[in-house]
């Protein structure tokens, strides 16, 4: 019986919170949420998708790309961390109607000098040269203008006190043939008076490098051009760098353009770029490059094995400090620059036609190659500057090294 009664009382209870239920779901109809409906609408439906790494490069590239007299005509870069390439990117055109890409090759002018001092100093690591030896132990080649004692350490520093050679009377001398190569004796008789003692300062002249050349040659009996292969190119496996004194570029050249006359104007300068050009430029400005293989070289150079470890020191030290927050010392073919407070190595390049930066950076392991096919534009070294300090900072900032 008392079973029953409590059955009962259960089945009442039910019916009544049920029924409870069922009036509290119609009575609120009015107050239930629309499915359609946003309660906390998004202020910014669309986003804008946040750029890739290679999306905000471009960006910068472009931005700095263009014909117009106050940009880069045509770029390219190559980025490195280790031996990994992580970023190659193009902008602009080598020609008219024609893009400028991956594959072209630029003249790298005076990061030359970085190829050659690394020759000089794989030599003295063979024992075959030593930095106290003199010109007079190598070359015959006398000059009033030359100081004979003066050592291979000095030539690489640029602490010789000697003058260029690459003065108005020679550029003639090319243009009236630039299909004959002009002899490199000839050359070292261009050099002009000296500016200082030897060992008094650092003082930049192409002279230094010119010099440095004709001892490669003399010691090896090759041409410069045949040792940097058979001590760099080959072994390394690097097969779009090329010294264009001694060998043909094969492949495509981005064109080179110029303001030959000072009016703003830059004109395409390929059909002067003969073997005359090539031979003035020597070991002072001569290696082309695609910008991917000059990556790989400041990594072989300032992070691998291309010399010996006590040579790749030697040209990464301060031997001459630079009065310049930017530019602030000179090792042995090798220029220090502050990026984003940290001092990276390298060299800048200019010659007729291009212009190129090259730098590693030892914290991060980042290696950048920038290769641009103009010169003498009163905009244009500052832009290479600026392209390589902003490509720079998105690459420390994204990869947070």
């Given at each position: 019986?008392?079973?029953?009664?409590?059955?009962?009382?259960?089945?009442?209870?039910?019916?009544?919170?049920?029924?409870?239920?069922?009036?509290?779901?119609?009575?609120?109809?009015?107050?239930?949420?629309?499915?359609?409906?946003?309660?906390?609408?998004?202020p910014?439906?669309?986003?804008?998708p946040?750029?890739?790494?290679?999306?905000?490069l471009?960006?910068?590239?472009?931005?700095?790309?263009?014909?117009?007299?106050?940009?880069?005509?045509?770029?390219?870069?190559?980025?490195?961390?280790?031996?990994?390439?992580?970023?190659s990117?193009?902008?602009?055109?080598?020609?008219?109607?024609?893009?400028?890409?991956?594959?072209?090759?630029?003249?790298?002018?005076?990061?030359?000098?970085?190829?050659?001092?690394?020759?000089?100093?794989?030599?003295?690591?063979?024992?075959?040269?030593?930095?106290?030896?003199?010109?007079?132990?190598?070359?015959?080649?006398?000059?009033?203008?030359?100081?004979?004692?003066?050592?291979?350490?000095?030539?690489?520093?640029?602490?010789?006190?000697?003058?260029?050679?690459?003065?108005?009377?020679?550029?003639?001398?090319?243009?009236?043939?630039?299909?004959?190569?002009?002899?490199?004796?000839?050359?070292?008789?261009?050099?002009?008076?000296?500016?200082?003692?030897p060992?008094?300062?650092?003082?930049y002249?192409?002279?230094?490098?010119?010099?440095?050349?004709?001892?490669?040659?003399?010691?090896?009996?090759?041409?410069?051009?045949?040792?940097?292969?058979?001590?760099?190119?080959?072994?390394?496996?690097?097969?779009?760098?090329?010294?264009?004194?001694?060998?043909?570029?094969?492949?495509?050249?981005?064109?080179?353009?110029?303001?030959?006359?000072?009016?703003?104007?830059?004109?395409?300068?390929?059909?002067?770029?003969?073997?005359?050009?090539?031979?003035?430029?020597?070991?002072a400005?001569?290696?082309?490059?695609?910008?991917?293989?000059?990556?790989?070289?400041?990594?072989?150079?300032?992070?691998?094995?291309?010399?010996?470890?006590?040579?790749?020191?030697?040209?990464?030290?301060?031997?001459?400090?630079?009065?310049?927050?930017?530019?602030?010392?000179?090792?042995?073919?090798?220029?220090?620059?502050?990026?984003?407070?940290?001092?990276?190595?390298?060299?800048?390049?200019?010659?007729?036609?291009?212009?190129?930066?090259?730098?590693?950076?030892?914290?991060?392991?980042?290696?950048?190659?920038?290769l641009?096919?103009?010169?003498?534009?009163?905009?244009?070294?500052?832009?290479?500057?600026?392209?390589?300090?902003?490509?720079?900072?998105?690459?420390?900032?994204?990869?947070?090294?």
């Open positions: 019986m008392l079973d029953s009664v409590i059955n009962n009382a259960l089945r009442i209870l039910t019916l009544i919170c049920l029924i409870g239920q069922m009036a509290c779901s119609s009575s609120g109809n009015e107050a239930s949420p629309d499915p359609n409906s946003n309660p906390d609408p998004d910014n439906p669309n986003p804008t946040e750029l890739t790494i290679e999306e905000k471009q960006t910068i590239i472009d931005e700095k790309v263009g014909t117009d007299a106050d940009k880069l005509v045509g770029v390219s870069v190559s980025i490195r961390i280790g031996d990994q390439e992580h970023l990117l193009t902008g602009g055109i080598s020609k008219l109607g024609v893009p400028v890409t991956e594959d072209m090759r630029f003249g790298v002018g005076s990061i030359t000098k970085t190829v050659v001092a690394a020759t000089v100093m794989k030599l003295v690591d063979e024992g075959l040269l030593n930095l106290e030896d003199t010109i007079a132990d190598w070359l015959e080649l006398t000059s009033e203008n030359v100081d004979s004692s003066i050592t291979i350490y000095q030539l690489l520093t640029h602490s010789s006190g000697l003058t260029g050679y690459m003065y108005n009377d020679l550029w003639a001398m090319a243009e009236a043939d630039l299909e004959t190569p002009i002899p490199q004796a000839t050359l070292f008789g261009f050099i002009g008076p000296p500016d200082a003692e060992g008094v300062g650092h003082s002249s192409n002279s230094n490098y010119l010099i440095l050349g004709l001892i490669i040659e003399a010691a090896t009996e090759k041409t410069v051009g045949e040792v940097m292969r058979e001590k760099f190119w080959t072994p390394l496996n690097m097969n779009a760098i090329y010294f264009g004194t001694n060998e043909p570029i094969e492949g495509t050249w981005a064109t080179p353009w110029r303001d030959g006359d000072d009016d703003g104007v830059l004109e395409d300068i390929e059909a002067d770029f003969g073997p005359a050009f090539h031979s003035i430029f020597y070991c400005a001569d290696v082309f490059s695609t910008a991917s293989d000059l990556s790989q070289w400041a990594q072989h150079l300032y992070n691998g094995d291309a010399v010996s470890e006590a040579s790749r020191t030697n040209m990464m030290t301060d031997h001459y400090a630079i009065p310049d927050d930017i530019f602030v010392s000179y090792g042995l073919g090798t220029r220090e620059v502050i990026f984003h407070g940290r001092s990276t190595y390298g060299h800048t390049g200019g010659m007729r036609g291009y212009g190129a930066y090259m730098f590693f950076d030892p914290i991060s392991k980042v290696s950048i190659a920038m641009n096919n103009q010169s003498r534009s009163d905009d244009g070294p500052l832009l290479r500057y600026e392209l390589v300090n902003e490509l720079l900072e998105e690459v420390f900032a994204h990869f947070n090294i």
